[in-house]
Structure formats: C-alpha cells, structure tokens
C-alpha cells in the first residue's frame, strides 16, 4: 500500500480481555516497529522485526505482550489480559532495512482504551 | 543508555514569529543518527530530517532549519516565518547506528494562532 496501515484506528475493550492490534507495513520495507505513546510514558518502542531474525523484544513492558510477523509482511500485536495501564495509541512503523538510521515511516495508530 | 530531553512541553507564537524547538540528547556511542519527527492532530508521525553523528553541517529546507552542535550535545529545529498548518507537536529522536529503535524525546507541542 501507499503508507503504512493499522487496524482498528480505534478499540475499547474491558479490562481482562485479549486485543490484537494489526498492522500492514509499506511494501517491500524489511523492517517493521511497534512505539506505545501514552500520556505518562510517551513514545516507548516495544519490539521490532528484521527479515527473518529474531525479533528485538526489549521494549516489550510485561509477558502479557507479544507480537508476530507472518510471512515478513502482516504483523498483529497481542496484549493479553489488558489492564487500564495499557491504554495508550499504539503505533507501527516500517523502514527498507534496519540500522543506518533509515528513515520510518509511521502508521495513524491503534487507540486502545481499557475500561 | 540513551536519553533525549526536549525542556521546551509548549511554544505558542503569533503567525508568521519564529520558533525554535531544543534538543538535547545523551549517548555513549561515537556513531549515532538523530530525527525530528511531526505529529500533527491526524496522530501519524512524519519525518522530517535525519542527521548522522559526523555530520554537524547545518541543513535548511524550505521555512526549516537544523542545528547540531556535538559540543553541546544539541539538535535544534527552527520554523521560520510560522504558519497555522505548523501546529503539531514535534519529537526529536536518537537511534543507535547498528539498530533503528528510536529514542524519543517528549516532544514540544506548538501551536500558531493566526
């Protein structure tokens, strides 16, 4: 596509509940990030893709998060058992290649409210 | 660890004043790239410049301009002659060179009344 794209743009969900998130980079960029900003913390990165290796998951904040790329393109990122903590907008972002300082290019962002 | 303080949380200023936003960073590499992001209210982040570490040339583009000063740790981001459409609110970013996460400042939201 055109620019990068996630869904849904906006989600409400009860506190407890499983989310997933997606997001649909630009085509043919190899690497692919997911950035939390929240009132609080800001903009915090929590994982990224590169090819085929081994996702960096350092930023991801507690083991009820997770995220998976299929087939190097697509990737979701799941929160388990939201709490109200994890409200935030969620953002994806995807650049030709990781290292060098290569631009992103950033998605509009997943609103995730936890009520 | 890496570390990017923008002081400034709000600038207001009348159409047509000049602004400029601070950055200062902290890093323990020698090889590093710097950013200015815009987020406008759509909420997407749009790229506006990238500077590597041995780079300290001043950049202009258009009513933009960049300044990095190594000596003083610092990136500054200048509109001139501001408009309305430049209400947003700005991040200034590091990223390592090896890898692209980027560090995020706070960000300096500015607002331009006509």
């Known amino acids: 596509g055109a620019g990068v794209s996630q869904s849904p743009s906006n989600k409400v969900t009860e506190k407890g509940k499983d989310v997933e998130l997606r997001c649909d980079p630009i085509s043919g960029h190899t690497a692919l990030y997911w950035y939390r900003q929240s009132l609080g913390q800001g903009l915090e990165f929590l994982i990224y893709?590169?090819?085929?290796?081994?996702?960096?998951k350092s930023g991801l904040p507690s083991d009820r998060f997770s995220a998976e790329r299929t087939g190097g393109s697509v990737s979701t990122l799941t929160i388990q058992r939201t709490q109200q903590e994890d409200s935030a907008v969620y953002l994806c972002a995807s650049s030709l290649k990781v290292g060098g300082g290569t631009e992103a290019f950033f998605g509009q962002g997943t609103r995730l409210t936890v009520v | 660890a890496q570390k990017v303080t923008q002081a400034q949380t709000e600038i207001s200023v009348v159409e047509k004043e000049d602004v400029t936003l601070d950055c200062v960073y902290e890093t323990r590499d020698t090889t590093y790239y710097l950013f200015w992001y815009k987020q406008p209210p759509s909420g997407e982040l749009v790229f506006l410049i990238r500077r590597n570490s041995f780079d300290e040339q001043n950049e202009i583009s258009g009513r933009y301009s960049w300044n990095f000063q190594k000596s003083t740790s610092s990136f500054n981001f200048t509109i001139t002659a501001s408009q309305v459409v430049d209400s947003a609110v700005y991040f200034c970013?590091?990223?390592?060179?090896?890898?692209?996460?980027?560090?995020f400042g706070g960000g300096t939201r500015v607002l331009v009344k006509p």
């Open positions: 893709f590169q090819g085929n290796s081994a996702p960096d």
């Open positions: 970013a590091l990223a390592k060179a090896a890898g692209n996460k980027l560090t």
